[in-house]
Structure formats: structure tokens, C-alpha cells
């Protein structure tokens, strides 16, 4: 019995250490998802911005510091760039609490990733944009609401663009 548990338990760290095997259906949909264009809550963020009558761009490149630069939603006008952070890959502090196995790949990995963001909000604030981060999890609502604000008043947004910074 103990014997062919440990033999299990064996194999299993073995495969771990070999390669990041996806260990189910979500992760292996985030694994394909690392900052895909139209997500499901960027669609939802974007529909409720038309319907509030706000103008943007969507996917909007742009290329600062010498690196291309995607932005989900762009208020050129305002100079205002939203990204819609998935929680999993950014690290949102309520759900991006990295994955039990793979741990070795994954950690490195996704702090790349924020550390990633900072650089990109700060080559972007460098050519005079304002940044503005709202996760996946937050309701299309409150995330126009955030960005309406925004584009009232700049020190709303800069508090936000420094929201990954802060939590470092
Ligand atoms: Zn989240």
C-alpha cells in the first residue's frame, strides 16, 4: 500500500520538474491567453463604453522607448490608455494567487508579467499618456465608471496607474 502510494507520489514530482503540464481545461485556456485582444471582459468593458456614448480605439498600437505596445482601449484625445488585466496572468490579489504545481515555472513567470506592466505604464506616462489598469473581475460598470473618471479628471487615473507599483 505505502509503497505504491510513495511510487505515485514519485512519478508525479518526476513529470512536474520535466515540463509545465497544464492540469486542467482553465489553466491551459490561460497558458493560450496571455494578453489576447478581445477577451470576454474586454468585449463586455467596451460595449457598456458605446453605450454610455464614449469614443475610443480598440487594440490601439503604439510604440514607446523603442517597444511596440498594445492598449486594449485607447481615448486618443485625453491621451488616455485602459488595460484590461486578466487576473491569472497579472496577478490580481484576489485571484491571482499562482498555481500549486509548476510552481517553478509559473512564479518567474508571472512576476515577469508585472514586472512587465510597470515598465509598459511608465514608457507610456514617459511620451505623456495616463495609464489606467482595471482587472478582468471588475463589473464592465464600475470599470466605465473608473474610466469616465479618468477622462474627467487626470490625478484619478495617475492614483491607479501606480496601483501595481504600490503593491510590489
Ligand atoms: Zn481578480
Known sequence: MTRGRSRRYLRRVHRSVQYPEPTNASATRVMLGNRKADTKPELRLRSELHRRGLRFRKN???????????VDVVFPRHRLAVFVDGCFWHMCPEHGTSPNSNRWYWTPKLRRNAERDGEVDELLRAIGWRVLRVWEHTCASSAAGEIEAALRGPNHAMRHADRLVDAS
Do not use: D, K, Q
Not at 490601439?60 to 498594445?70: E, L, M, N, Y
Open 60 to 70: 490601439f498600437a503604439t510604440s514607446a522607448g523603442g517597444r511596440r505596445i498594445v
